[in-house]
T-cell receptor, first 118, second 110 residues
Framework: GAVVSQHPSWVICKSGTSVKIECRSL??????MFWYRQFPKQSLMLMAT?????????EQGVEKDKFLINHASLTLSTLTVTSAHPEDSSFYIC??????????????FGDGTRLSIL | AQSVAQPEDQVNVAEGNPLTVKCTYS??????LFWYVQYPNRGLQFLLK??????LVKGSYGFEAEFNKSQTSFHLKKPSALVSDSALYFC????????FGTGTRLLVSP
């Protein structure tokens, strides 16, 4: 079964609205989670690395004030798209790696959130 | 700059035939190599990985991949394709952070 859960799976909202996406690790505590963005027919682009109890590490070109990441507990990271506009419409995916394992172990991905901004 | 290339946007195969999905990379060092599969509106599912050792690695659902260091390639293969294998396949390379290829859509016809 799934070990990483994302919610909601689909959201449609008006331009200017802020949208929060949740990523939960279900059977392990994840000190690190990753947030990706996927455009249609394109690859996953890493947006940021979410670190429990500290600030997220953003990739170059990603606006940290636009995409707020909070990792307040060991099982939950949230991504908030602030004042969303149509160009923010995309498929957002989170992932986590089981702690204590080497970094060569695979990440577990959530099922993604499709965000549509009208 | 680090990059992963999947030169084919789509691969078409008849059921029962062997399939190959290509991946080459340009990442410094000896990175870890992964293949993931994605079904519509879903996240990615892990198929297999190469860390070290035997160049041919076996993974889930009968898939395997061959690592070639001199060609910096990590092609995904399966001896006999199934219709249910139709999906989007991603090659990923890296260490703590992964770089993903652009994906290859595999269509297996009955």
């Amino acid at each position: 079964g799934a070990v990483v859960s994302q919610h909601p799976s689909w959201v449609i909202c008006k331009s200017g609205t802020s949208v929060k996406i949740e990523c939960r690790s279900l059977d392990f505590q994840a000190t690190t989670m990753f947030w990706y963005r996927q455009f249609p027919k394109q690859s996953l682009m890493l947006m940021a690395t979410s670190n429990e109890g500290s600030k997220a590490t953003y990739e170059q070109g990603v606006e940290k004030d636009k995409f707020l990441i909070n990792h307040a507990s060991l099982t939950l990271s949230t991504l908030t798209v602030t004042s969303a506009h149509p160009e923010d419409s995309s498929f957002y995916i989170c992932s986590a790696r089981r702690p204590g394992l080497p970094i060569n172990q695979p990440q577990h991905f959530g099922d993604g959130t499709r965000l549509s901004i009208l | 700059a680090q990059s992963v290339a999947q030169p084919e946007d789509q691969v078409n195969v008849a059921e029962g035939n062997p399939l190959t999905v290509k991946c080459t990379y340009s990442v410094s060092g000896n990175p870890y190599l992964f293949w993931y599969v994605q079904y519509p509106n879903r996240g990615l599912q892990f198929l297999l990985k190469y860390i070290t050792g035997d160049n041919l690695v076996k993974g889930s659902y009968g898939f395997e991949a061959e690592f070639n260091k001199s060609q910096t390639s990590f092609h995904l293969k399966k001896p006999s394709a199934l219709v249910s294998d139709s999906a989007l396949y991603f090659c990923a390379v890296g260490f703590q952070k992964l770089v993903f290829g652009t994906g290859t859509r595999l269509l297996v016809s009955p």
